[in-house]
């Protein structure tokens, strides 16, 4: 079962969910397809089971990561830190082993997909994103809630293209810079976000401006 995950994960990553057929992921898999049928059902509930069987593992490590920064940081958070402890889980992995560095092309290519796929990502990962929300919301309390989730949206989008494995940036630069230096695009990237996240959430029109006493009195008789 297992290698026939691993196939199926590294066929998808390659070409994408719409350039595998179903009879070509048995034959890579060594497997007859009524076989695979008869674990999967179809090309789509095996996409899904790919999909879910590295997530868990992910987020409990993203979790961990991020609870291990805010106990160190208490009340000083730091915009690199947030994002370090988010994404420093996954690049790790990406490093380490290839099936993962699969994985994370899959979830970018979800993560940048409509209808049915954006569901299986929201179902996926939406409870650890909340997460990484709420520690930008007490970095910037008097942010408005429109800026939040812009930068989120940003941060996100930036994230998965940099995992995506592309291999574009290499093209441009001539091979100076590598989509597969993960450990590189690892060191920077919570720089590179954390000042355009700054750069958005501190403008003077992105505070909310201040509660006046009458619309608290208001408030608190609507309560």
Partial sequence: MTQIMDTAEALFAEEGYNGVTFNRLAEVA????????????????LFQAVFRRRGPELNQARLKSMAAYRESAGKNLQLEGVLDALVRPG???????????????????V??????????????????????????RRIYPNVTEEEIYWSYLFMTGA????????????ALSNGLVSTSDTMGVFHRFPIAMAGAIRALCERPE?????????????NTARD
Avoid: C
């Avoid at 060594?30 to 509930?45: H, I, M, N, T």
């Avoid at 690049?91 to 290519?109: C, H, K, P, S, T």
């Fill in 159 to 170: 994230l998965t293209f940099s995992i995506s494995g592309t291999k574009r940036i290499d």
């Fill in 30 to 45: 060594g497997v007859d397809a009524s076989l695979l049928r008869y674990y999967f059902g179809d090309k789509e509930q």
């Fill in 111 to 136: 993560n940048s997909s409509r209808g049915p796929m954006h569901a299986l990502f929201a179902e996926t990962f939406h409870y650890v994103s909340r997460e990484f929300i709420a520690d930008l």
């Fill in 91 to 109: 690049f790790l992995l990406m490093a380490q082993d290839e099936g993962w560095r699969n994985y994370m092309a899959i979830v970018a290519y």
């Fill in 206 to 218: 992105a505070v909310r401006p201040p509660r006046t006493r009458k619309s608290r009195r208001a």
